[in-house]
């Protein structure tokens, strides 16, 4: 073992030792400018760093062929900071602003006027309005995948300026959006094959527009508002989403039989499905699951208050092509029933972990 010498422990440190990388990472954490300013009147040294972190994006015009650009977490950017987009322009296909607090509609405004070419752009938690949205959709057609989620201002107008503007749109994540209902999405393009829409205000006519356009592969409603009532989500199960193949309904609590049915029933190409902690969901429900749910490989039933030991039989019985089973604390299922579930098939893995994310990533749906 190797001898520390007393020396060794008392050596002084303190921040002025740390590398300029270090403190260029605790600059950008700074929350205000106040403190910003503070952090560049300690020394010579520092006042550099501040400045180098806010002429970071000069460095476009060395790289003025730049097709893909992530500004994720550089807190400190404001919509003028944007203006140095104009090096990389219209060759610019890919662009990540996430959390980029400092960002507004006048900065989405710059980003449409200097990269019309754009076919991703994330937004996660940016500053940015229905005014703004409007603005990129209009200037940027090609769009493809546009990332929303955590943006309070956005609304319905947005989004349907969004559908209606970019016929190329393939994938779009609003998640926790609270003004989004859904209902922009109506008369949406066929293109549109990814929705997520976690924890969103959604309304029964806003599902029924997200699926509109009759192109929709991955749907992600979980935690769906109040608004949806036992039957609520039974026009998925109509025919237009056809060719959906995941769906994730996880604490749709108040989602019933009459919507299982529909969609068991309807949406034939059915592979992955999430009914964790959906109570609503009975006997009848189970039993449409295990009828019509043949191509069905994954299927998650953990906490479900109302799945017992017959509804169990059902999906033991049916869902011929199942391989995975997550299913955890389900209070009315007997022991017998799940061993004998084991025993009669042994082809499907029983596991207990709670999957809360499903699917594909947003970004990749439109590489596949």
Request: glycine share 8%; net charge negative.
């Amino acid at each position: 073992m190797e001898d520390v010498s007393e020396s060794d422990n008392n050596v002084e440190t303190s921040i002025i030792h740390l590398p300029d990388d270090c403190l260029s990472f605790i600059f950008q954490r700074l929350d205000s400018v106040a403190d910003h300013d503070s952090f560049g009147l300690t020394c010579h040294r520092w006042l550099n760093i501040q400045n180098i972190s806010r002429r970071s994006l000069q460095l476009l015009t060395r790289f003025q062929w730049l097709e893909h650009l992530s500004l994720s977490g550089c807190t400190v950017l404001n919509d003028s900071s944007l203006d140095s987009l104009r090096y990389p322009g219209a060759r610019l296909h890919t662009l990540y602003l996430d959390c980029c607090f400092g960002i507004s509609d006048d900065g989405i405004s710059t980003i449409a006027s200097f990269c019309p070419n754009l076919s991703v752009v994330s937004l996660y938690r940016c500053n940015i309005s229905d005014i703004g949205l409007e603005t990129l959709a209009r200037a940027s057609l090609s769009l493809k995948c546009v990332n929303l989620s955590y943006c309070p201002l956005v609304s319905d107008f947005g989004i349907k300026a969004l559908s209606q503007a970019c016929l190329q749109l393939e994938s779009v994540k609003i998640s926790n959006c609270k003004s989004i209902t859904g209902v922009g999405f109506s008369g949406c393009s066929p293109t549109l094959g990814y929705v997520d829409a976690d924890s969103c205000q959604l309304e029964p006519k806003g599902i029924t527009g997200i699926i509109s356009g009759g192109g929709i592969e991955f749907l992600n409603i979980s935690g769906v508002s109040c608004y949806i009532r036992k039957d609520g989500l039974v026009p998925i199960g109509s025919g237009i989403a056809s060719k959906l193949r995941i769906l994730n309904l996880r604490m749709c609590r108040t989602v019933g039989d009459e919507s299982i049915e529909a969609i068991a029933k309807g949406c034939p190409l059915l592979q992955e499905w999430n009914l964790a902690l959906c109570h609503e969901v009975k006997i009848s429900g189970w039993e449409a699951v295990g009828k019509w749910c043949r191509n069905l490989k994954k299927l998650h039933v953990n906490r479900c208050r109302n799945l017992c030991d017959q509804g169990l039989l059902a999906l033991r019985c049916g869902c011929m092509n199942l391989q995975i089973l997550y299913m955890n604390g389900n209070a009315r299922l007997t022991p017998t029933a799940i061993e004998m579930f084991r025993l009669h098939r042994a082809d499907i893995t029983l596991r207990t972990e709670e999957m809360m994310v499903i699917g594909p990533d947003w970004r990749l749906y439109a590489q596949e």
